[in-house]
Structures are given as structure tokens and as C-alpha cells.
């Protein structure tokens, strides 16, 4: 399998778990018949949570953690490839985010005050975490500046807009609540759905530049 393909698994399985776990439970019954991009009608976790939904969502999103912690480790090579320069925080954050990520679908579901804190600030340090590692990322390929070509930097622009666009989602999530707005808990549902969406569109971009770069890795040796 090919680094690029990697990529776009971390895309494709979370765009699927999440909406093929709401429509299972729109069809099943027991979840809101809305768009919650547009109404906010739900969270992802209740989404996923209702009805046969769940078992579809772990079965997806628990190997997507492993993956995950493959795909940061080789992030790490390849920009250590790009800057000769050593890359390990990005590898540690995005591990990191992975392993919240495991916390909080093991725990999605489950009853009591204990379990919902595990399951709230699983998802919390899942996302935070994983942006975090995407911005040093682009920080990190932006500093190469001419060295790489057009198309390229087309690519981390793109990956930029995105994470101001969650940054600025997470920003407004914060001055709604703290306002107090009658519509603040369903536009925080609203922002959740765009924030996990623009998150994931990171990787595809990745994958792209994989590509373009010709990057392959075997664990024998470096190509």
C-alpha cells in the first residue's frame, strides 16, 4: 500500500462512519431527520450513538486510530524528508489525538456522569490535538518557501484556509456560548459537523502531495 493510500483512508473512514451512522439511524427511526450541517439538530455523538448506529461507527472509527498514529508517523518522514530537519512533535501530537480519539468511541454510548467526561474530552483533545499536529505541519512546508513548486503551495493554501475555518468555527462556538444565545446549543452542533468535515478535507491534501513528491516507505529503508 502506498503512503498516498493511507491518506485518503483517514479521510474516507471518518466522512463514512460519521454519515453512515446517521443515515442507519434515520432509517432506523431514531435520529433527527434534518441536515445538521444546515439545522443543527444533533451532535455527532448522538448521531452515532443511536440505535445499530454505534456498532457501525466503532467498527470504523477504532481502526481509523491506528491509522492514524501510521499516517502522523509517516507525516514525520516525509517532512523530515522535505526540511532534513527532525519532525517528531507532529508525530507525538497526532498520536496523541489518536489515542484520545480510541477514549472517546470506547466510551461513546455509555451511561454516568465519569463516562461522559471521558467522552466529552476525548473528542476534545481528538480534534485539538489533530490540528494542532496540521498546523505544524504547514508551518513546516510554508518555511520551505521556493523549494517547492506552484501546485504544491496551492495545496497548503487550501490546507491553511481550512484551519483558519476551524479556528474561526471554534472561536464563534466560544463567543455564542458565552453570550448566552437561545440558539447557542444548536449552532454548537452546527459548527461541530463543519469543524470535523474541514479537519478531515486536511488529508486528502496530504495525499496529494505524497503523491506529487513520489514519497514511498518501506521499513527496511528510506526511498
Known amino acids: 500500500m502506498r503512503p498516498q493510500h493511507i491518506a485518503w483512508m483517514i479521510f474516507l473512514i471518518p466522512v463514512i462512519a460519521v454519515h453512515g451512522a446517521y443515515a442507519i439511524g434515520w432509517w432506523e427511526g431514531v435520529a433527527f ?129 481550512l484551519i483558519i475555518l476551524c479556528w474561526l468555527l471554534g472561536m464563534g462556538n466560544l463567543l455564542f456560548k458565552e453570550i448566552g444565545f437561545s440558539w447557542a446549543d444548536m449552532m454548537e452542533n452546527n459548527i461541530e459537523w463543519h469543524f470535523a468535515l474541514y479537519m478531515w478535507l486536511h488529508f486528502p491534501f496530504v495525499a496529494l502531495m505524497w503523491k506529487r513528491t513520489q514519497f514511498a516507505w518501506q521499513f527496511s529503508h528510506r526511498n
Not at 530537519?85 to 508525530?91: A, P, R
Not at 484520545?100 to 474530552?121: A, K, M, Q, S
Open 33 to 161: 431527520q434534518c441536515n445538521p450541517y444546515i439545522d443543527g439538530c444533533t451532535t455527532i455523538s448522538r448521531a452515532a450513538r443511536e440505535g445499530n448506529a454505534i456498532f457501525f461507527f466503532r467498527a470504523l472509527m477504532m481502526p481509523l486510530a491506528a491509522l492514524l498514529v501510521i499516517f502522523w508517523y509517516l507525516q514525520q518522514k516525509w517532512l523530515e524528508r522535505m526540511t532534513q530537519k527532525s519532525q517528531l512533535h507532529v508525530f507525538i501530537l497526532g498520536s496523541i489525538g489518536a489515542l484520545f480519539l480510541i477514549l472517546y468511541v470506547d466510551f461513546l454510548g455509555t451511561e454516568g456522569d465519569f463516562n461522559r467526561f471521558l467522552r466529552r474530552y476525548g473528542v476534545i483533545f481528538y480534534f485539538g490535538l489533530t490540528v494542532l499536529a496540521q498546523i505544524f505541519s504547514i508551518n513546516t512546508l510554508h518555511k520551505l518557501g521556493d523549494k517547492i513548486d506552484s501546485t504544491m503551495r496551492r495545496y497548503i493554501y487550501i490546507q491553511l484556509t
